[in-house]
């Protein structure tokens, strides 16, 4: 963007001009200018190199995600067993691990063709020169000011790093989720389901606490939304499934998403 600013200055320059000139500055003229296609040029040349160096944060931040998930998975699925301690130890010994190098390559997002890194490396500078475009034309149609219309670049410009680091955001929550539900399937005969639950927040959307405390085979993902917060809570077997016969308590059905939304203010 600060690489542009003078881009967007002597756009301006050109429109004062014009205006100055009683020139209706309309949003064919504006189409026609030279420095006007200049300028998209140049703001999807700039972002595909940025886009770059985030395709690159984001495969970082994914491999992060993965390997964290599958050092969490064995102590979360531990803690999610009954609690007598040597019989939890005993049934953990037979914990199937896994490559993280491989869980990531079986995600695939992060693969050079995936339509992940396609979007952030050849999408993401021609979408953001069209929504700049779209601003500038749709600020000298409503009559704005030459500054009020740089303004609204700078806005466009914007809407990249926010794509981005949503983008990013998104993919890391993904991957560790994926990457832990990996394990689980690996040992379904230790946790053979999952938990919905979500972050039970103001900003929690409604769709995220209807799922919340339903259970699902570790067959099925949790496909949440872009920016979700929602997590996978292992469900093991009681030592009854496993053939144990050890005292156990019941296990503690945790309260619904529903229900807890419909004890608020």
Not at 141 to 148: D, E, F, N, Q, T
Not at 206 to 226: I, W, Y
Request: some cysteine; overall charge neutral; glycine content about 8%.
């Amino acid at each position: 963007y600060q690489r542009l600013e003078g881009q967007i200055d002597a756009l301006n320059g050109d429109l004062e001009a014009m205006q100055a000139r009683g020139e209706d500055v309309t949003t064919w003229k504006l189409g026609k200018l030279e420095r006007f296609r200049s300028l998209q040029e140049q703001v999807e040349a700039e972002l595909n190199r940025y886009g770059a160096v985030a395709a690159d944060g984001i495969e970082e931040g994914v491999r992060e995600a993965v390997a964290a998930a599958q050092s969490h998975a064995k102590a979360i699925a531990q803690a999610a067993l009954p609690g007598v301690g040597p019989v939890d130890a005993q049934i953990m010994q037979r914990w199937q691990a896994l490559n993280p190098v491989a869980v990531e390559t079986m995600l695939g997002f992060t693969a050079a063709d995936s339509p992940l890194m396609q979007m952030m490396t050849k999408q993401l500078g021609p979408t953001v020169a069209k929504t700049v475009g779209d601003k500038l034309v749709a600020g000298i149609a409503l009559g704005y000011s030459p500054r009020k219309t740089a303004r609204l670049f700078r806005e466009g410009m914007g809407e990249g790093l926010t794509w981005a680091l949503r983008t990013a955001r998104t993919s890391q929550l993904y991957a560790y989720r994926e990457a832990s539900r990996a394990s689980y399937l690996a040992n379904q005969e230790i946790v053979p389901r999952w938990t919905w639950r979500s972050a039970r927040q103001q900003r929690t959307c409604m769709a995220c606490l209807a799922q919340d405390g339903k259970t699902f085979p570790v067959s099925e993902r949790l496909n949440d939304h872009h920016n979700g917060r929602c997590a996978m809570v292992p469900v093991t077997v009681t030592y009854k499934e496993l053939g144990r016969n050890v005292p156990e308590l019941p296990p503690v059905l945790p309260e619904s998403g529903e229900g807890w939304f419909r004890q608020q203010p």
